[in-house]
Structures are given as C-alpha cells and as structure tokens.
Antibody
C-alpha cells in the first residue's frame, strides 16, 4: 500500500521560504508524477505543481515564479520550496501521486500538513 | 488561466439521485480534459473517485459514475447514502496544467 507523508515547519514568517518534504513508502517513486496541492482554511483545492521521477517539473502559472520542486530518488522523497510567502500562502499542503500524465489519477494522497504564515 | 466552475451546493434526499457538473471557462469539456472527481470529508484528505471522465478506482462505490453531459463533466450519484455528504471537487487538465474546480458541497437531507 502506497503511503505519502508530508513533513516540515508548521509556521513560516512572511517573506521567508516555505519548505516541505513528502516521503513515499510502500511503492516505487520511479515512473510517476509527484504533486503538491494546497487548501487554504475553509477554501478549495489549488494545484501547485508536479515533478516527474526524471526530474521534469510543471508548475501552476500563478505560482511559477515562487515555486521550486525537487526530488531525492535515493530517499524516496520529493520537496516543495515556496519563497516570499505571505499570509495568503497559509494552507494545508498535500502531496499526491499522479499515476500517469493526464489520463491517470491522483490516486494516493498524504494526510496534509498545515502551514501558517505569520510573524 | 482556465477557470473551472462547479455548483457551490446541492441537496439530495437519501436514496435519491444527484448530478454534479464541472464546466470550463475555455469552452466545452471533452474527454481531452481528462476530468477527475474527488470526495473530501471534513478534516480528511481528498479521495479520488473518478479519473479520465468515467474510470473508477477499486475503492469507488458503484453508485458513483462519471460522464460528459451538455459540454460539462458530470458526476452522478445514484441511491445516495448519508455517508456521501461531503465536498466534491473536479479537476481538469488544460494547457498542460491541472485546474481544480471550486467544489460542490453536497448535503444529504
């Protein structure tokens, strides 16, 4: 059974960089698209981006200038960095696996981690 | 950027049938948008129900079905159960990126 677990600081100061890691267990990290999705409190879902196991990444155009995704195959982890954060970046951040590009499914999700941006 | 629109809220009686829809600001939704549907209950991560318009996961109850209807993606629940009360999100692929709809709050009453 594939499991994903987000980890990282729950509190980030405005203008600083939000950094999260997702650890994959129970399955291969190769051959899949690994996604980050966020949900502000009480609001809907927003796709942030994905990174393929080859290292190719695609980002939400609205966040592209501030986001970097990376992958550590040996540790079976992928990471999110979002710089210059503001209160608007306060959200539950989820990592999720996309089984195949476009025709596949975001079939496995982490439980989510709340990140609050506040001084 | 594409805007994906869903009904903000719907109410259905137990045992009834309800259809949720998902529209794109760029025009008719086709199979090339690979519509996905997710269910989210309070305090939980979203759970995938339908992918690529109408494909189900092994865990998707048979009463859930996906289709294209009148230029939109559609999720139909037949024989609604009380445990189906949740928020439902659609996801479309558009221009190489993924876009979520705003969600539909489904109340079973």
């Amino acid at each position: 059974q594939v499991q994903l677990q987000e980890s990282g600081p729950g509190l980030v100061k405005p203008s600083e960089t939000l950094s999260l890691t997702c650890t994959v267990s129970g399955g291969s990290i190769s051959g899949y698209y690994w996604n980050w999705i966020r949900q502000p409190p009480g609001k809907g879902l927003e796709w942030i981006g994905y990174i393929y196991s080859s290292g190719t990444a695609k980002y939400n155009p609205s966040l592209k200038s501030r986001v970097t995704l990376s992958m550590d195959m040996s540790e079976k982890q992928f990471s999110l960095k979002l710089n210059s954060v503001t209160a608007a970046d306060t959200a539950v951040y989820y990592c999720a696996r996309l089984s195949a590009y476009a025709s596949g499914s975001l079939d496995y999700w982490g439980q989510g981690t709340l990140v609050t941006v506040s001084s | 950027q594409t805007v994906v629109t869903q009904e903000p809220s719907l109410t259905v009686s137990p045992g009834g049938t309800v259809t949720l829809t998902c529209a794109s600001s760029t025009g008719a939704v086709t199979s090339g948008y690979y519509p996905n549907w997710f269910q989210q209950k309070p305090g939980q991560a979203p759970r995938a129900l339908i992918y690529s318009t109408s494909n189900k996961h092994s865990w998707t109850p048979a009463r859930f079905s996906g289709s294209l209807l009148g230029g939109k993606a559609a999720l139909t629940l037949s024989g609604v159960q009380p445990e189906d009360e949740a928020e439902y999100y659609c996801l479309l692929y558009s221009g190489g990126v993924q876009v979520f709809g705003g969600g539909t709050k489904l109340t079973v009453l």
